[in-house]
């Protein structure tokens, strides 16, 4: 009995090693413990040759992934002694019937990849993918020769782990990588439509909410197949500033407002409910300063109470507001990415009830000191 249950712990111990090694977290990650650091000098430069580089990614991840069973018989026969695992005629049935698996799954994947790497990689799904998108006259190196140019631009969108799903998208590509393809379109040929969402309560990154949207890319071209593109909500903004084709939302899918754009729809909504400032008829009001677009619209009047000469501060409070003599210099919404960058950035619940210096003479106030110029 005892046997049995050292087994199936040893059994679950593995198999959770092996998830974390298909699937690596963060600390993994750092730690370099993925097929791309191990296997670098093999696989060479993304940036310098990214088409290259996840043809042989893909196909050493396929010989890895195969070598797990037969990993986990030669540490058993190393756990367990008793099974005579590297005796296989005289081993457990059940263990002939493993290895026999493992070493065919190990055989399989093997001359799958050799089978990809004849002619230069002719035959590997990603290279005939390309095939498919290449020009006539041409080949599908021609179209690697651009993915891989327009992949080493800095100007580029990218999201996502670097080991896992990542979207990256070029002036002329959308790319997802997974664990064995990379799906690959031209932005001419392409209609994109959000699908669905995703409401988690915790993120893995930051411990707070997040959103995740999918978009459905599908090609005019007909031997391109459609993918999804799974992204953080936060991300969607800047995705769209590179695509050339209009995502289409027909299911009006709501989409999470950024960090910074809860805050200032938040800070203007406490601004509306704030006296208003009637500036006298001598004062000239310019353009603000900060986007030297809008006029400025708001000033800074001490409003709410300090403590007496005298008493102390109370805790957490920070130092007191005191009374800004600066014209107004502002619009609403400069003044609230201000107000927002100078607050704790890992604590975005505190930013209403925290204070900031003037960003022109440094005097501190809060947001009830905030008023709106009304003419």
Not at 44 to 66: C, D, M, N, P, W
Not at 249 to 263: D, G, H, K, P
Not at 286 to 303: A, F, V
Request: overall charge neutral; hydrophobic content about 40%; glycine content about 4%.
């Amino acid at each position: 009995m005892l046997e049995t249950k050292a087994l199936l712990l040893f059994t679950f111990m593995y198999f959770f090693f092996s998830a974390l090694l298909v699937a690596p977290p963060t600390e993994f990650i750092s730690a370099g413990l993925t097929i791309q650091n191990v296997l670098s000098r093999y696989l060479g430069s993304e940036q310098i040759g990214f088409v290259y580089f996840h043809i042989k990614r893909t196909s050493a991840t396929l010989i890895f992934h195969s070598l797990l069973p037969l990993c986990y018989y030669i540490a058993l026969g190393l756990f367990a002694p008793q099974l005579q695992l590297f005796t296989p005629w005289l081993a457990p049935f059940w263990c002939q019937v493993l290895l026999s698996i493992s070493l065919t799954l190990v055989s399989a994947a093997c001359l799958v990849v050799l089978y990809w790497s004849q002619n230069k990689w002719d035959n590997h799904p990603i290279a005939r993918q390309l095939d498919n998108l290449k020009e006539p006259e041409s080949n599908w190196r021609a179209v690697a020769s651009s993915v891989n140019v327009e992949f080493r631009r800095i100007d580029k969108f990218t999201s996502g782990p670097p080991t896992g799903r990542r979207i990256i998208v070029t002036d002329s590509w959308v790319i997802k990588t997974s664990t064995y393809f990379v799906h690959v379109a031209h932005q001419s040929d392409i209609h994109l439509s959000l699908s669905a969402t995703e409401e988690h309560n915790i993120s893995y990154e930051n411990m707070t909410s997040v959103q995740y949207i999918h978009i459905d890319v599908i090609s005019i071209n007909k031997n391109i197949s459609r993918f999804t593109l799974r992204l953080n909500a936060l991300d969607y903004k800047d995705l769209k500033e590179k695509l050339q084709s209009p995502v289409r939302n027909a299911r009006n899918i709501v989409i999470r407002q950024t960090l910074s754009e809860q805050f200032l729809h938040a800070f203007a909504e406490q601004i509306s409910l704030n006296p208003v400032f009637h500036p006298p008829p001598s004062m000239e009001v310019d353009t603000c300063i900060g986007c030297m677009q809008k006029q400025s619209d708001i000033n800074l009047y001490k409003r709410c109470e300090s403590p007496e000469p005298g008493q102390p501060v109370p805790e957490g409070s920070g130092e007191p507001c005191v009374q800004c003599y600066c014209r107004p210099m502002w619009c609403l919404e400069c003044m609230g990415k201000w107000f927002a960058s100078r607050q704790d950035q890992q604590r975005p619940d505190t930013w209403l009830g925290s204070k900031s210096p003037c960003p022109t003479c440094r005097a501190v106030f809060c947001i009830l000191d905030v008023c709106k110029i009304e003419w």
